[in-house]
C-alpha cells in the first residue's frame, strides 16, 4: 500500500492551462456518503469579511466511479451532489483562476497562486479529515519551484509533490505559490523565516531581511517574552510586487502580501521612505496576526462556518490592535524612528476625524456590519460608517495609555496581550476557546486592575469623540488639529479627477456642497463661471472667505445644474503629533516605555 492510501481524501491540483487562467483539480472520495456526497466551494475566506461565493469560478465539474460516469446534481449555489455509490468517488473539475489579490487564485505564463477556498472543494461531514495534496508542475516552465507552509508528504522543500493537511480548516490556511520568485531567507528567534517574492523588482534583500528579523523577534518577544517561543516552527512571506495594489492576508505560517514594487527597499537607499515604512507596517500587521486572530480568536471565529456570514462585534479588537501594534513594533524594534511613528499615527487620527461617519457607527456596530458596509463601501461610506481598523487602533491606543497613566507604567496593553495569549491562543489548536463578545472588560481588569467598562461604552460602543489629546498629553505628545487648507474655506467634498473630470466622490454630511445640492457623482465644470480643475479650485477658493457664496456649474448625468455655495471653514481633522518638550518627569517615563525606551 503506497502512503497516499492512508489519506480518504486526495486532491490534486494542476496548473493545466495558464493561458486560459485553469487550474485542473482532481478529488478522490474513498467511502463516500451511500446517500449521495456532497460537495461545497465556500463562500468566503477567513480574514476577508465578504461573500465572494468562489463556485462562481468553476468553469466545468464532472464525477465518476470507477469506469462509470456519474450524473452531478447541483442542490444550491456552491454545492454539487453526487448520486449513491460506492468505493471511490472521483470529482474533476476546472476553476478560472485570475483575479490578482490576496484572497483569491491566479494563474498566467508567470506564476500561480491559490487559496484552498477558491479552488479546493470541501466534502461535506468530513471537514475534520486528513486530506493530501498533490500539486503537479505545468507542463511547460521548468524553473517553477513551490512555496508554502503546507506540511509535506513527499514533496522537497520548494518542489511540486505531495503535501497534506489534518483537516479542511489546516488546508485553507496555507496559501500557494508556484513559480520562478526570489527567494531569501533569515532567522528570528531560532525560527526560519522565508521571503519569496513573484513579480519584477530590484528589492535590497539584505535590508529587508535586516529590518524583517527586527521587527518578527520584537514580537516573538511580546508574546512570549520569557522564552522567545514563536508559535509556529517556520513563518513564509509570500510577497506579489505589482506595479499598483495594496493588500495583505495573514494565515497560521504564512502571510500573503500585495504591494507596489517600488515599495521594495533598493540598493543605496537611506532612511525610511513612505512607501517601505508602508510595505514594513503591512508585514508588521499580518505577521502579528498569527497571535491575534490566527491563535487568539473571537469565539465566532473558533470554527469558521465557511458558508455563510460569521458575525462578531470584536474585528476592532482584533483588526483594531492589530493596527494599533503594526507601526509601533516598527518603532519599538527602531526600524524606524520615533518622529515617523508619530507621522504615521496622526495619518490614522486624521482618516478616523475626516469621516462624520464616526458620529453614526460605534466601532463594535462596525465590526458587526462588516460584511455588508465596510467591505462594501460606496461615495456614501464616510458619511455612515467608521474604520474598525482606524477607530480600533486609537481605541487600542487609547486604552494603553489609560492603563499606562492609571498604573504609573507598571501594566500596559501588552499585558492584556499576554493574557489573552495564555488564556485562549497558545493552546487554541487543543482547546479551540474563542473569546466571549464581551471579554474585554474582564480581561483587562484581570491583566491590568484597571476598571475600564464605562471608557470601553463609550470608546468601542458608542461615537463620542476619543480623549486623544489628554491621553496623549500624559505621555508628553501633543496632537494639533487644523483645517486641510488653514486659510481657504471648503466645499465639504472628497474631488477625484477621472477621465479629465473634476467628479465629487463624497459630499460630506452637512458641509457646504451637500447643503447646496450637489452630490456624488456631480462634475464641477465652473466656479464663478470659471472652468475648473482641482488646482484653480484650489487657487480660487484661497482667494474667498468662510461664508462668501460661489456659483457652482456641475453636470449631473447630462443636465447642467447651477447652485450657490455658501462656503465655510473646514473642520480641523488633520492631525499633528509632536514630543512635548516641557513635559514632566513622569509623563517622559510613560513615553519611554510606550515606544520602548528611546526618543
Ligand atoms: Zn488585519
Excluded at 253 to 277: C, D, K, Q, W
Excluded at 372 to 394: C, F, H, M, T, W
Amino acid at each position: 500500500m503506497s502512503r497516499i492510501a492512508a489519506y480518504a481524501i486526495r486532491y490534486r491540483i494542476t496548473p493545466v492551462d495558464p493561458q486560459a487562467h485553469l487550474f485542473e483539480v482532481r478529488l478522490e472520495i474513498d467511502h463516500p456518503d451511500p446517500q449521495g456526497q456532497r460537495v461545497t466551494m465556500p463562500a468566503w475566506i477567513p480574514g476577508s469579511y465578504l461573500i465572494r461565493e468562489f463556485a462562481r469560478q468553476v468553469v466545468s465539474i464532472e464525477a465518476s466511479q470507477g469506469t462509470r460516469r456519474l450524473a452531478l446534481h447541483k442542490v444550491d449555489k456552491h454545492t454539487w451532489q453526487a448520486p449513491a455509490c460506492q468505493g471511490t468517488l472521483r470529482l474533476r473539475y476546472r476553476v478560472h483562476a485570475w483575479d490578482l489579490s490576496v484572497r483569491a487564485a491566479h494563474l498566467d505564463e508567470s506564476h500561480g497562486f491559490f487559496n484552498a477556498t477558491c479552488v479546493f472543494l470541501r466534502v461535506v461531514g468530513r471537514d475534520a479529515e486528513p486530506c493530501s495534496v498533490t500539486i503537479e508542475a505545468p507542463s511547460a516552465a521548468s524553473d517553477w519551484r513551490v512555496a508554502t507552509t503546507l506540511p509535506r508528504a513527499g514533496a522537497r522543500l520548494w518542489g511540486f509533490g505531495r503535501y497534506r493537511a489534518g483537516s479542511y480548516d489546516e488546508l485553507a490556511d496555507h496559501p500557494v505559490e508556484m513559480g520562478a520568485f526570489t527567494h531569501a531567507r533569515f532567522e528570528a528567534a531560532g525560527v526560519p523565516h522565508d521571503i519569496v517574492i513573484t513579480g519584477r523588482h530590484d528589492a535590497d534583500l539584505a535590508r529587508l531581511k535586516k529590518d524583517l528579523t527586527a521587527v518578527c523577534e520584537a514580537q516573538i518577544r511580546l508574546f512570549e517574552p520569557r522564552t522567545a517561543r514563536a508559535p509556529f516552527d517556520r513563518y513564509l512571506f509570500l510577497c506579489m510586487a505589482v506595479g499598483d495594489g495594496y493588500g495583505g492576508l495573514e494565515h497560521r505560517a504564512s502571510t500573503a502580501l500585495i504591494f507596489p514594487r517600488n515599495n521594495l527597499p533598493h540598493a543605496g537607499m537611506t532612511g525610511v521612505p513612505e512607501g517601505y515604512r508602508g510595505l514594513l507596517a503591512l508585514a508588521s500587521h499580518e505577521y502579528f496576526h498569527s497571535w491575534h486572530v490566527k491563535r487568539i480568536k473571537p469565539a465566532a471565529f473558533a470554527r469558521y462556518d465557511l458558508e455563510r456570514e460569521s458575525y462578531t462585534r470584536l474585528l476592532w479588537v482584533f483588526e483594531g490592535f492589530t493596527s494599533y501594534y503594526d507601526e509601533l513594533m516598527l518603532a519599538r524594534s527602531r526600524v524606524i524612528g520615533v518622529g515617523d511613528y508619530l507621522k504615521g499615527l496622526a495619518s490614522t487620527v486624521s482618516q478616523v476625524l475626516r469621516g462624520p461617519g464616526r458620529q453614526h457607527q460605534s466601532v463594535a456596530e462596525s465590526s458587526f456590519d462588516a460584511w455588508i458596509k465596510y467591505y462594501r463601501q460606496d461615495e456614501n461610506s464616510p458619511n455612515a460608517i467608521v474604520s474598525y481598523y482606524a477607530k480600533g487602533a486609537l481605541v487600542a491606543l487609547c486604552l494603553d495609555l489609560e492603563i499606562r497613566s492609571q498604573t504609573a507604567g507598571r501594566y500596559s496593553l501588552d499585558d492584556v496581550m499576554r493574557l489573552m495569549w495564555r488564556r485562549f491562543g497558545r493552546h487554541f489548536e487543543r482547546e479551540g476557546k474563542g473569546l466571549a463578545e464581551d471579554a474585554i472588560g474582564p480581561l483587562v481588569l484581570e491583566a491590568t486592575g484597571v476598571q475600564i467598562e464605562s471608557q470601553l461604552l463609550d470608546w468601542a460602543h458608542g461615537t463620542a469623540e476619543l480623549p486623544l489629546q489628554a491621553l496623549l498629553a500624559g505621555v508628553g505628545v501633543s496632537l494639533t488639529l487644523k483645517a486641510p487648507d488653514e486659510e481657504a474655506p471648503a466645499l465639504g467634498v472628497r474631488l477625484s479627477t477621472r477621465g479629465g473630470d473634476l467628479t465629487i466622490g463624497t459630499a460630506y454630511t452637512d458641509q457646504p456642497a451637500m447643503r447646496a445640492g450637489l452630490s456624488a457623482g456631480d462634475v464641477l465644470v465652473a466656479v464663478d463661471g470659471l472652468r475648473v480643475d482641482e488646482r484653480s479650485l484650489k487657487q480660487l477658493l484661497a482667494r474667498r472667505q468662510p461664508g462668501d457664496p460661489v456659483t457652482v456649474h456641475a453636470f449631473r448625468r447630462d443636465e447642467l445644474l447651477c447652485v450657490t455655495v455658501r462656503l465655510a471653514a473646514g473642520p480641523a481633522t488633520e492631525a499633528s503629533l509632536s514630543l512635548d518638550e516641557k513635559a514632566a518627569d513622569p509623563a517622559v517615563r510613560l513615553r519611554r516605555g510606550w515606544l520602548g525606551h528611546h526618543d
